[in-house]
């Protein structure tokens, strides 16, 4: 078994069982304590566990714990395709639109570098780079000023001035999490301003999440559930859940993981 492919199966042991020992999972996959730790060790790094002595357990962060643009990237990568690709649908040539930072909205990016005369407003160092690495002449990509996040995106009064003066066709938003008493939340204070200055600069609001973000909530609020035109998530989302978002948003959009 490679490394990976080890580190991912431990994964999914802490999610299950809340904790690993370090012992057992050396006896299951054959390996030493010491290769055991190492794992341990990058995954602790990535943020997707927290290393104890003995073994691990999963993290368990505050509602202002922001995990990095690494970590996230490998969390739910097959649901985050398929939104993706319902979103992409939704943009047509010539449009201007904004690209909040996240890991959704850079999948969502990396599908629209072939779309002709296109205007891209983000705040998300990522998804302005696969635009740059595309290299299309006809596409125009604005990336705003700002103070770095975990997340890689672009905050604070230099970034909310960038966007104030401009008028956009469509936002597409990722978020932290969402809930029916906080509505659409992250855990960086700053980046909350950014992102309601994005959601004010657009005629229409797109967001992107994944089940797992209904009811996490972090420090602050963006936007209610109802200002979303459409709220495009995928099919591990609970029936309350999706009963409760049909009444609420315009449009909901449950896809199917790939």
């Given at each position: 078994m490679l490394a990976q492919q080890r580190q991912a199966a431990i994964l999914d042991r802490v999610r299950a069982a809340g904790g690993v020992?370090?012992?057992?999972?050396?006896?299951?996959?054959?390996?030493?304590?010491?290769?055991?730790?190492?794992?341990?060790?990058?995954?602790?790094?990535?943020?997707?566990?927290?290393?104890?002595?003995?073994?691990?357990?999963?993290?368990?962060?505050?509602?202002?714990h922001e995990p990095g643009f690494a970590a996230k990237s490998v969390r739910q990568r097959g649901e985050k395709a398929a939104m993706a690709m319902r979103a992409a649908a939704l943009v047509s040539p010539g449009d201007a639109i904004a690209l909040s930072a996240g890991t959704t909205t850079a999948g969502l990016a990396q599908r629209l570098v072939d779309?002709?005369?296109?205007?891209?407003?983000?705040?998300?160092?990522?998804?302005?780079?696969?635009?740059?690495?595309?290299?299309?002449p006809d596409q125009t990509v604005v990336l705003t000023g700002g103070t770095r996040t975990p997340s890689d995106a672009l905050v604070g009064p230099v970034a909310v001035a960038a966007i104030g003066a401009l008028h956009l066709d469509m936002l597409f938003l990722g978020v932290h999490g969402m809930s029916e008493r906080a509505g659409y939340t992250t855990p960086n204070l700053m980046e909350a301003d950014v992102n309601r200055a994005l959601v004010e600069a657009a005629e229409r609001l797109v967001v992107l999440a994944d089940h797992t973000k209904w009811g996490t909530v972090g420090i602050s609020s963006i936007v209610p559930l109802e200002r979303a035109d459409v709220l495009i998530t995928d099919d591990g989302l609970d029936e309350p859940a999706r009963a409760l978002l049909s009444e609420t948003v315009r449009d909901l959009v449950v896809v199917t993981a790939q």
């Amino acid at each position: 078994m490679l490394a990976q492919q080890r580190q991912a199966a431990i994964l999914d042991r802490v999610r299950a069982a809340g904790g690993v020992r370090v012992s057992e999972l050396a006896t299951e996959y054959g390996v030493s304590d010491m290769t055991i730790r190492r794992d341990l060790e990058s995954l602790a790094d990535r943020g997707l566990l927290a290393k104890v002595h003995g073994g691990a357990t999963t993290v368990s962060p505050g509602s202002a714990h922001e995990p990095g643009f690494a970590a996230k990237s490998v969390r739910q990568r097959g649901e985050k395709a398929a939104m993706a690709m319902r979103a992409a649908a939704l943009v047509s040539p010539g449009d201007a639109i904004a690209l909040s930072a996240g890991t959704t909205t850079a999948g969502l990016a990396q599908r629209l570098v072939d779309v002709p005369s296109l205007t891209v407003v983000t705040n998300s160092i990522p998804v302005a780079d696969i635009f740059y690495r595309a290299g299309r002449p006809d596409q125009t990509v604005v990336l705003t000023g700002g103070t770095r996040t975990p997340s890689d995106a672009l905050v604070g009064p230099v970034a909310v001035a960038a966007i104030g003066a401009l008028h956009l066709d469509m936002l597409f938003l990722g978020v932290h999490g969402m809930s029916e008493r906080a509505g659409y939340t992250t855990p960086n204070l700053m980046e909350a301003d950014v992102n309601r200055a994005l959601v004010e600069a657009a005629e229409r609001l797109v967001v992107l999440a994944d089940h797992t973000k209904w009811g996490t909530v972090g420090i602050s609020s963006i936007v209610p559930l109802e200002r979303a035109d459409v709220l495009i998530t995928d099919d591990g989302l609970d029936e309350p859940a999706r009963a409760l978002l049909s009444e609420t948003v315009r449009d909901l959009v449950v896809v199917t993981a790939q």
